[in-house]
């Protein structure tokens, strides 16, 4: 498949979504800017649906608001990576940037989060201070593991304000 293929099915499955993050709807503007887009991308061909889609599954196990946050912030500078090598002298696909610009500032708390993971990710465990470090921490983690911001989570799902997702 070429890079525009992933991009289109990228896009059609996925950027009429992003309006979901907080029960709000995508702007006019910004949908019929989208469409445009869809078509520069040809995204409505049947192919589009070859393999399933990228991210839709994954959010099935994404249930809490703040859970989805994290897993959006993260899609969305996947968006913002994939428009780095689009032509953005059009103005639809300006303005649909733009606006993806815009909720990844609404989501910077939530990507620093990921980046907490993408560190991790990268610790040297066979690195024998590292090693310590970890034993030393290791009775702490599991305690809080056990309860951790427990009282806030109930409290959350006991009144869910205004989420529809
Ligand atoms: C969309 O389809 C047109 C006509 O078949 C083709 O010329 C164009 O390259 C396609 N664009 C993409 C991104 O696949």
């Not at 869809?38 to 991210?55: E, L, R, Y």
Request: hydrophobic share 35%; proline share 4%.
């Amino acid at each position: 498949m070429t890079y525009q293929t992933y991009l289109f099915i990228f896009l059609s499955v996925h950027l009429s979504c992003l309006g979901c993050l907080e029960s709000t709807i995508i702007p006019f503007q910004v949908q019929s800017d989208i469409d445009k887009l869809k078509i520069d991308f040809n995204s409505s061909n049947s192919d589009v649906a070859d393999g399933g889609p990228i991210f839709t599954e994954k959010l099935k196990s994404w249930t809490e608001v703040n859970e989805r946050r994290i897993l959006f912030s993260h899609i969305i500078s996947l968006y913002l990576k994939m428009f780095e090598s689009i032509d953005t002298s059009k103005a639809h696909i300006r303005n649909v940037h733009e606006y993806l610009l815009a909720k990844k500032s609404n989501l910077a708390n939530d990507y620093k989060k990921i980046n907490d993971i993408m560190e991790l990710a990268k610790l040297p465990t066979s690195d024998l201070k590292i090693q310590r470090k970890a034993i030393n921490e290791l009775s702490p983690l599991l305690q809080k593991l056990d309860s951790p911001t427990g009282r806030s989570e109930r409290r959350r799902r006991q009144n869910p304000r205004g989420c529809k997702c």
